[in-house]
Every structure is written in C-alpha cells, then in structure tokens.
C-alpha cells in the first residue's frame, strides 16, 4: 500500500499524523538532522514494526523525541555528570544514551539504557507536543542505507511501509545525530554525526588546555 503523504505547511498536518499514531501506525517526519520514523512510545505493535523494518544488527535502535526538557524525568536519569552535554547541545543533533525508568518499553532503546534526543526542528517539536510529549523514533532508512534527507529518500526506501510522510522537504544537516553513552565516566561517543568528540569532551571538560 503506498503511504499518504502531506505537505509540512498544510493546516492538518499535526491532526493527520495524530490519527495514524493513534490508529498504531508509522509516520515519517522530517527532524533537524534526518527523517525519522516515528510512532507512540506506548503502541506496541507500531514499536515492534519498527524493529522490524529497521533490525537490531547494524546498530540501530529506537529512541525517544522529546520537545522540552521538563519530559526527561518520565523516561530517564540525567547523571550530574553528563548534564553539561544536555545544556550545550539541546535542543540540537545528539542523542544521550542514559539510564531508562520504567516508563520506557521494552522494545525501546537497549537494555537498561534509552536514547533522548530534543530535535531542534520547530515542526518536530510541534509533532511531539501533540503527541504527549514524546515520540518513539529511529531513522527512516533501511539497515545499511544512507539516512533519508528528504520525503522522496523515504519513499525509495520504505515505502508500504510507513502509514503517512511528513514532507518537509530537505532536512538542514544531513546526516544522523551523534550519540553519546552516559551511562559511564567518561561518557563514550558511540555515533560521531554533526558534533565531533572533541566538541563532546571539550563540553565536558575532559579536554586540557594547551599553556
């Protein structure tokens, strides 16, 4: 079946991708660094569809959209530690891989640790606003693909298998977030994407200054 698809700058556009989500479907959304696809973090068939579509063995796994960062405390535990990642570099393209609570589904994340990522996209952080808060997301791109930049990607590459695409056309940056493991001292740089290392460790302190 080919998915609907909707303009980013219609008037319904945040009603239609609701009522997808809510009938527990996929929808495709354009995000600051790529398109993701997203669903409910409570819809457990939409969540193992995701696995699905993208497998767990390149690496990939579902994380957490989150608009504001008041949301946080629902699904994870910032270390101290860690929270000079999360002042410096959201809303942006990094994703902190951290402590999970219970809120979380299982089929989300890995183990006890969940992905948060606030995208700094307006339209994203509308989507998740409307959502409860908190979108469910990976790439929307098959296992060893590149990351969809624009709607048509998304479609040459899913196709049936999203419900509805967000056309927002070309994403800003390109490529998918950096992602940082803060659930160990010192946290560990997992993905290098749009912020380097240097900039990772240089916000966190670990980086000397040459006398």
């Known amino acids: 079946m080919t998915p609907r698809i909707v303009r980013a700058e219609e008037p319904n556009v945040i009603e239609q991708a609701l009522a997808v989500w809510r009938a527990g479907g996929l929808v495709a959304l354009p995000t600051d660094t790529v398109y993701g696809l ?6 457990t068939e939409a969540l193992r569809r995701m696995g699905q579509i993208k497998g767990r063995d390149d ?3 579902i994380a957490l959209l989150l608009a ?11 270390p101290e530690a860690a929270r000079p990642l999360a002042e410096r570099f959201w809303p942006g393209p990094v994703t902190l891989m951290l402590p999970r609570t219970e809120a979380v589904r299982p089929e989300i994340g890995e183990g006890p ?3 948060i990522r606030l995208p700094a996209l307006p339209l994203a ?8 808060g908190a979108l469910a997301a990976t790439s929307a791109n098959l296992p060893g693909h590149p990351a969809a930049r624009n709607a048509q990607e998304v479609l040459s590459q899913l196709g049936p298998e ?9 994403v800003s940056i390109g490529s998918a977030s950096t992602v940082v ?3 160990r001292w010192p946290p560990v740089v997992v993905r290098e994407g749009p912020v380097s290392e240097v900039d990772i460790r240089g916000a966190l302190g670990l980086i000397r200054r040459e006398l």
Do not use: H, K, N, Y
């Not at 419900?163 to 070309?170: F, P």
């Open 181 to 183: 493991d803060c659930t």
């Open 68 to 78: 504001d960062p008041e949301e946080l405390p629902r699904f994870a535990i910032l």
């Open 113 to 115: 640790r969940v992905g």
């Open 125 to 132: 952080q509308a989507l998740i606003r409307a959502a409860g």
């Open 162 to 170: 999203v419900d509805l695409v967000i056309d927002g056309g070309w």
């Open 38 to 43: 997203s669903a409910l973090p409570t819809c």
């Open 59 to 61: 690496g990939a796994f």
